[in-house]
């Protein structure tokens, strides 16, 4: 039987061993909470310096993914860690899409504040300009020229049956094998700005949206004008490119659009050299005779009334022009040959050839 002095002496050193094992565990939860703490503090500190890295955020990327590209590009040392770090300060909800230009090395509130203050570069640009009065060709062999476009696909694309999405006015155009280019006229002609790597598509669906946004800037009410006058948009825009080729001085755009009108409405063909210029495989300085007489539906001197479709990208006064011609009795006119590039109008055929007459003496 053991004696009390057994019990006594075991009580202490049972003592002892329980603190040894709490200081222990002790140690280990601040060893483990040291190294948790250092292993925070070392992912957030800045990256080594290094070389100014562009990160591309596109629109509706989140926090959390702008993070895994942050570490990705070298920014960051622990997307993860950075994860949290945002949450703690409340940040990521405001980052903008862009293009940035960020260092390895910067801090991350200089991170945070950059991409919630949207502080982008401008992304590398294409810039080009279609002339007013420009046919589909002559724009493929400008952009083609200029290396912006493969031109056999360019042409392949306007010929197509694609409905260049949320694109209104291209929807006008009718399903009609007389088209000589189903885009032509709907290319409007501007000075364009593009991102670099927009593609054949993309510069064909941003010039027919153009047409969509200058026919927004036209008079309101200005589609009931097409209904009172009894002609579709595809003829407006046909009449348009009819004025765009034939004018040059702005005054007169509205005054030839109404002879084409009364032409229309008097029966007679429009004869329009323009028209036949467009109908030769290669535009001529100087029509003759034999050239009135190529076959083709575009030919005004042949057909009656309007050509299938436009014959060039007519300008936003042109299809002003057409929209609100100046009414007269004129049914003739011809160009000035005295460098002014106007014309002399006339009632009748008579008056025309007089005008013709007067035209021929002028000339320098």
Not at 75 to 80: A, C, L, Y
Not at 244 to 257: G, I, L, P
Request: no cysteine; aromatic share 8%; proline share 4%.
């Amino acid at each position: 039987m053991p004696s009390q002095d057994q019990y006594t002496s075991s009580g202490p050193k049972r003592s002892r061993i329980t603190l040894w094992v709490i200081l222990s565990l002790l140690g280990i939860m601040i060893i483990v909470a040291g190294s948790a703490a250092f292993y925070v503090w070392n992912s957030l500190r800045p990256t080594a310096a290094g070389e100014v890295q562009k990160l591309d955020i596109p629109k509706g990327t989140s926090a959390n993914e702008v993070a895994d590209l942050l570490e990705q590009h070298g920014i960051i040392k622990n997307s993860f860690v950075f994860k949290y770090y945002l949450k703690l300060k409340d940040q990521g909800g405001q980052f903008q899409a862009g293009i940035y230009e960020l260092s390895p090395g910067m801090e991350n509130d200089a991170i945070i504040a950059k991409l919630n203050a949207g502080d982008t570069v401008a992304a590398e640009t294409i810039r080009f300009t279609i002339p007013e009065g420009f046919t589909v060709l002559q724009i493929a062999d400008k952009l083609a020229a200029e290396k912006l476009i493969d031109r056999e696909k360019f042409i392949g694309l306007i010929a197509s049956q694609k409905t260049w999405g949320d694109a209104e006015a291209v929807r006008s155009i009718p399903d009609s094998d007389k088209l000589h280019v189903r885009l032509e006229g709907y290319l409007f002609p501007e000075t364009y700005e593009m991102k670099k790597e927009s593609t054949e598509e993309d510069i064909i669906k941003r010039m027919v949206s153009e047409l969509d946004r200058k026919l927004a800037e036209l008079p309101e009410g200005w589609m009931d004008v097409l209904e009172e006058r009894k002609i579709s948009f595809h003829d407006l825009i046909t009449i348009a490119s009819l004025v765009e080729r034939e004018v040059v001085v702005d005054e007169e755009r509205a005054m030839v659009a109404g002879v084409i009108y009364n032409r229309i409405a008097d029966g007679m063909k429009l004869q329009i050299d323009a028209t036949v210029q467009y109908s030769l495989d290669k535009p001529k300085e100087r029509l003759y005779e034999k050239d009135l007489l190529v076959d083709s539906p575009y030919n005004t001197y042949k057909v009656e009334g309007l050509p299938p479709g436009p014959i060039a990208s007519p300008s936003l006064k042109s299809i002003e022009a057409a929209l609100y011609p100046e009414k007269s009795e004129f049914f003739f006119y011809v160009t000035k040959k005295d460098g002014s590039q106007s014309h002399l109008f006339a009632k009748t055929y008579k008056e025309h050839l007089r005008n013709i007459e007067k035209s021929n003496q002028t000339a320098g």
